[in-house]
């Protein structure tokens, strides 16, 4: 597996701008380090500690010690699954759906409204409306709407 394929470019981003929605739950102080092709985002915090931002949840979870003990959970499976969603992006490309610049693959229907993570749910989406959606759907303190179960 190449890391490279199931991560986006950070080139020509405003990142600072885009994870400002996002504080908290990131930490107040952080080093961006990778961005997957989900736009999930894993930060260095304080100590080197590595923390993920999984969009579809807005939970920031650390997730290793630091980059070194990161790679090391990173060959196990699971965790490139989680983290990288290999899968879910493989299938996204068998279906042709190719990301331009400054995209990710967005949802239509967050998973905090009960959208899934499937390819059907999926769609090329600019960065800053994916952050900036997520960011609200997120971070709403009232719920007016409810999954079906």
């Known amino acids: 597996m190449n890391i490279n394929d199931y991560l986006i470019s950070q080139g020509g981003i405003n990142w ?7 504080i908290p739950p990131l930490p107040q102080e952080f080093r961006l380090w ?5 736009g ?3 930060v260095l915090a304080q100590h080197e500690r590595v923390m993920r ?5 807005g939970a920031c979870t650390e997730v290793a010690r630091d980059r ?14 989680e983290w990288l969603r290999i899968s879910l992006v493989n299938d996204c ?3 042709g759906m190719q990301l331009d ?3 990710c693959y967005g949802f239509k229907v967050p998973p905090t409204l009960g959208g899934k993570y499937e390819t059907s749910n ?22 007016y709407w409810v999954a079906p179960t």
Not at 69 to 81: C, G, I, K, M, Q
């Open 101 to 103: 610049t400054f995209e």
């Open 53 to 57: 931002l999984d969009l579809g949840s």
């Open 40 to 42: 999930d985002v894993f």
């Open 93 to 95: 490309r068998r279906l």
């Open 122 to 143: 999926l769609v090329p989406t600019k960065l800053t409306s994916h952050y900036s959606y997520q960011a609200y759907i997120c971070k709403q303190q009232d719920v």
């Open 16 to 22: 600072s701008l885009l994870l400002n929605d996002w």
């Open 68 to 81: 070194q003990h990161f790679a090391t959970l990173l060959d196990s499976r699971p965790n490139a699954e």
């Open 34 to 38: 990778l961005v997957n092709r989900l």
